[in-house]
């Protein structure tokens, strides 16, 4: 699957290769679907939605609001056994399948001032890490698709491991692949239920929204 890439304003002045390492914080952990990858205006999803008659974000639901998501997500199931059955919950064929699923994620942008912003931690000694709720295939995406699994120290899926956020094991898997403590980390996400899990767990978290400055939020947070 192919993604478009899109750049956003974010001021990166508050992170400069000669900032200091925080004496609290270590790394830095960032949600995928939702933060680094978002998505814009789904054109491709309404498309589908008037041509199958459903209601608005009734495509959203069946997709990615189902069971068999979440199957996929603990690695229940592959993800060519969870499209299948998606498949036949919107009675469609494999050849639609097939166009549906490149329709359905062809408005997901990568956020490049992130990943900017990723580059410039790392220059300066912070570790990162990406704990995301996905399919195995996010593996590939990231390796292949985006060519950006390289920018994180460790990567933890939740199909590889059996267990979604905001469960605590997670978290814990990510701090134990980073060689850090709890009360070392910042994490990032967009759902709040996860954004408590990691607190919960010790972490400093960060409730992210597309319109909001991270690199400020990080800068205030990281400075020695």
């Not at 899109?6 to 990166?12: G, N, V």
């Not at 990032?188 to 978290?205: H, Y």
């Amino acid at each position: 699957m192919s993604s478009k890439l899109k750049r956003t304003e974010s001021d990166l002045s508050e992170i400069q290769p000669s900032t200091h390492l925080s004496t609290k914080f270590k790394a830095i952990i960032f949600d995928f679907g939702g933060v680094l990858m978002r998505t814009a205006d789904p054109v491709g999803r309404r498309d589908w939605e008037q041509r199958l008659s459903l209601a608005p974000g009734d495509l959203e639901r069946l997709v990615h609001g189902s069971q068999l998501w979440l199957n996929a997500q603990q690695g229940l199931i592959s993800a060519d056994e969870y499209w299948q059955g998606t498949a036949r919950r919107l009675r469609i064929s494999d050849e639609d399948l097939t166009v549906l699923r490149s329709d359905y994620f062809r408005d997901d942008h990568l956020d490049l001032k992130l990943v900017e912003l990723i580059g410039k931690l790392r220059n300066v000694g912070y570790k990162i890490g990406l704990l995301s709720n996905d399919a195995l295939t996010l593996e590939q995406k990231l390796r292949v698709d985006l060519g950006i699994y390289d920018a994180f120290d460790a990567v933890v899926i939740s199909a590889a491991i059996g267990v979604m956020k905001p469960d605590p094991r997670p978290y814990e898997t990510i701090v134990l692949a980073l060689g850090v403590i709890s009360a070392e980390c910042i994490f990032i996400d967009d759902n709040l239920a996860n954004v408590e899990g990691a607190r919960a767990c010790g972490m400093t978290a960060i409730h992210f929204h597309a319109d909001m400055d991270l690199a400020s939020e990080l800068g205030r947070l990281l400075k020695p």
